[in-house]
């Protein structure tokens, strides 16, 4: 198969070449990796002089630019909550290479970086060849087919408050595999009561998903166990976990309720 | 299939090749300069066999397009040993019996070297965090874990008396 290489100079010349059929190589580590099994596509985009692999810190917003690694996470001492995180995907050579922008477009059971980005209430800024356009990650995850042609350029969130962000990741070989489930959560308390909650999932559905029902029954409370043990009852309704080499989807349904209890009880 | 010129740093000298545009670093390092010691496992990334050194972080030669190498500088086993004594990892693989059959020997040790080039010191569990992307189907892991903490006390060993 011939394949040409195209880097690109400017983020708005990405998705006319993306419309030709042509996809963003970042990290690699999935894109390459169906190059090699042949099915990738005849051009491939090189976005390397974009100036998107920088981590911005201004006051409480953080800017992670699509092509922030995880390694680059995982050695940023001001990111250390995101540190259990970064440590979880892949081995260290994964790490290296693996980008915040490829972990958007992860299909389940990975994408371990966009499920802690969810439960931040991640804002994603993507340039669609006309303009440069921001959004709720939430909203993107959920469409994302439509915006495989659109070249993300990076992702902000705000810092939490202190202690308020927790993340889990079950797997079945230890130090790292792929999840069985991933969870995150971000908690803010008021007066000792639990407000604004938000629990993002993993493994659970073809991307990230948040788990609204469980927060709502967070809300206002204290992080009791009867609280707690609400929450978790309500993890995996409405969710529909694939199976796969890791999992039956009937066995992370069972889990994960049983990981959300231990995470908020922690 | 269309070639393209690559300028890089490989084992601390400057190369010029001519790769197949869309081809992995892999490819070039086995089938273009006959550098056997970057094993082909998986071509997929799960089984680390290709890790090599780009600009001081371990990274998967089988998952890296050979024309993003340009400018860049990568070790791989071949490197290791200059004036052709073998490198502490190498000998203390070969002491423990950190290799059986060897096909993830040299991807460890790149991984290996990797670690102990930035943290010279490392715990039992930063050496098992430094392989985790590395699979090995004989050893078991302990030799290999054994062998990287021994050539770590070698390497500080002959820093200090340096
Ligand atoms: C051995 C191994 C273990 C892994 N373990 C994990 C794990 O534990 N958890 C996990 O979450 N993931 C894991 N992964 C998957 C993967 O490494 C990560 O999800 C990674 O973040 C993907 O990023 P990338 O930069 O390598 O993506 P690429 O392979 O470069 O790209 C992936 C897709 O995203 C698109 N894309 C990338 N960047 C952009 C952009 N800026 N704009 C538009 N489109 C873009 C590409 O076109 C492509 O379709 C693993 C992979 C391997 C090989
Ligand atoms: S051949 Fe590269 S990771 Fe297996
Ligand atoms: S020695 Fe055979 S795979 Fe490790």
Redesign the pocket.
Known sequence: MSVTLLAARQARAVPALQAKGG???????????DLNHGQGPGTLII?DGLG?GRIEIKGRKVILG?MVT?AQIAHDRRLKFLHPVSQ???GPA?RA???I???L??PAP????AVALLALDAEVALHDGKALRKLPLENFLKQRGKYEK???VSVSFAMPEANSFRYVKAVRRKP?S??LVTIAAVLPRKAGKVKDARIAFGAMGPCALRARKSERALEGKALDASAIKEAADLAADGTAPADDAYATGWYRRQIAPIHLQRLLGA | MTKVPVQFTLNGREQNEFVDSGSTLLAALRDKLGLYGTKAGCH???CGACTVIIDGSPQLSCLTLAERCAGKSVTTLEGLTGNGALHPLQQAFMEGFAAQCGFCTPGMILAAKSLLDRNPSPSRDDVIDAIS?NICRCTGYDPIINAILTAAEQLRGARKSA
């Open positions: 996809i963003v190589v970042a990290g690699g580590t999935l894109a390459v990796a976005v998107l699509a995880m979880s995907i892949g994964v290479m693996a980008t922008g490829g972990n477009f992860a990975y994408g371990d970086m659109s070249l993300v790292v792929a999840s | 997929q990334g799960t992307g």
